[in-house]
């Protein structure tokens, strides 16, 4: 499982100030802890800033870059935000996300023919949220080949089938793990990934819904989680949902978990 860490989201106050002050401290260290508790990619978005968007990545980006060893997610849907953070990124990052609306793809496909960055697509387009998996699929074969047409190769390719808010849907579970398994049928090549906390969004005892829907998407075949790495109790359900899917040799992963939470103080 790929973990994407989600901390460093300016809809967060905490993250919000920090990239206001330029506070270094404060923003390395929300990096690195992400990095140390098993975050694959660390997620960075500072869209809430609007107007002050670009010069915050102007400054995050190379900040983090020399302060951590996890390649970035960079979340904008801002298309000058986006060039300018990936002109500072040495290296590859994560575009989040590219939709198959035609505004969105006419403004981020010359970046991502010039840049070659790895992509998030979301499965949305100009008709609106895909009421099925059917649709859902449709959309995620377009990007596919548009993408795949310019040289995005399809392990570098993330398809987001959007996990809705469970409080707003009552079938957005269901809807998301349908298309899920809909799309790694029909697209076994290519990566899948969720946001996994909007489906708790509104909701009481968010963290159970979140790590829940976490192993009921393993199950299905799920690549890859934007979530919050921290979160012990979801750390401890991928952990034993890698294990009994027979996803962890020999338990390795399993029993180094046991013994990091043991040695923390936790049971």
């Given at each position: ?8 989201n300016?809809s967060r ?5 920090a990239?206001v ?10 990096a690195?802890?992400?990095e140390?508790?098993?975050a694959d990619?660390?997620?960075l978005n ?7 968007e ?9 900040l983090?870059q020399?302060n951590?060893?996890v ?7 801002d298309?000058r ?10 290296g590859r990052?994560l ?7 035609k505004?969105k793809?006419e ?5 991502i023919?010039n ?15 895909p009421?099925?998996a059917r ?6 074969q ?5 993408l ?5 190769s ?10 809705r808010?469970?409080g707003?849907d ?21 990566k899948?990934?969720?946001g996994?906390s909007?489906v ?5 005892e ?17 690549d ?12 401890a359900?991928?952990?034993?949902a890698?294990a009994?899917?027979g ?8 029993l180094?978990?046991y013994?990091?939470?043991k ?5």
């Amino acid at each position: 499982m790929i973990i994407i860490g989600e901390r460093l989201n300016s809809s967060r106050r905490t993250v919000h100030d920090a990239l206001v002050r330029r506070d270094e401290t404060y923003f390395v260290e929300e990096a690195r802890l992400q990095e140390q508790a098993g975050a694959d990619y660390i997620d960075l978005n500072a869209s809430a800033l609007m107007d002050r968007e670009l010069e915050a990545l102007r400054w995050a980006v190379p900040l983090l870059q020399k302060n951590i060893s996890v390649p970035l997610a960079l979340d904008t849907p801002d298309a000058r935000a986006m060039e300018a953070a990936m002109e500072l990124y040495k290296g590859r990052p994560l575009l989040n996300s590219l939709t198959g609306e035609k505004a969105k793809v006419e403004s981020l496909l010359p970046l991502i023919r010039n840049f070659r960055p790895q992509v998030i697509v979301l499965c949305l387009d100009d008709t609106g949220l895909p009421v099925d998996a059917r649709q859902a699929l449709a959309v995620a074969q377009r990007m596919v080949e548009l993408l795949s047409r310019h040289g995005i190769s399809e392990q570098d390719i993330f398809i987001d089938p959007l996990v809705r808010p469970l409080g707003v849907d009552s079938k957005a579970g269901s809807l998301f793990l349908e298309s899920l398994k809909t799309i790694k049928k029909t697209l076994p090549g290519i990566k899948t990934v969720a946001g996994l906390s909007n489906v708790s969004f509104g909701l009481p005892e968010r963290g159970l819904l979140n790590r829940t829907l976490l192993v009921l998407a393993m199950k299905t075949g799920l690549d890859a989680a934007i979530c919050d790495p921290l979160d012990k109790e979801l750390r401890a359900a991928l952990a034993a949902a890698s294990a009994l899917l027979g996803r962890d040799p020999l338990l390795k992963d399993f029993l180094r978990f046991y013994r990091e939470r043991k040695g923390s103080g936790g049971h």
